[in-house]
């Protein structure tokens, strides 16, 4: 019997890398495990490195990580916010019908 589950929740490349968010199960305590990995280039497998985090769900930090996390996305976004690319869209025209 294995003492090790892991399931693969979401992943991303950043530059020769992969970044995988996984959830694992290790002697009956589950976790999540943020981590980089690289290619063995002998084989062509993805190999984790040290590089990376796990954090318990259980404990109250998650959720304020995540909670801050959110915060921080919505903060960006409404820079971003279609409105302020509406007024780029526009400024481009103008400079389009002035040359």
């Given at each position: 019997m ?38 063995d ?25 995540i909670?801050k996390?959110?915060?921080e ?5 409404q ?16 400079q389009?019908?002035?040359?």
């Open positions: 294995q003492d090790t589950e892991e399931l693969a929740l979401a992943e991303f490349r950043k530059g020769d890398r992969l970044i995988r968010l996984s959830r694992k199960s290790f002697k009956g305590t589950t976790f999540f495990d943020l981590r980089a990995f690289y290619k280039e002998e084989t062509g497998e993805w190999r984790h490195t040290r590089q990376g985090v796990s954090l318990n769900p259980a404990k109250e930090d998650v959720r304020m990580l909670e996390l959110y915060h996305m919505n903060k960006i976004n820079v971003n916010t279609p409105r302020n690319e509406n007024r780029a869209s526009k400024h481009s025209q103008e389009r019908r002035n040359s």
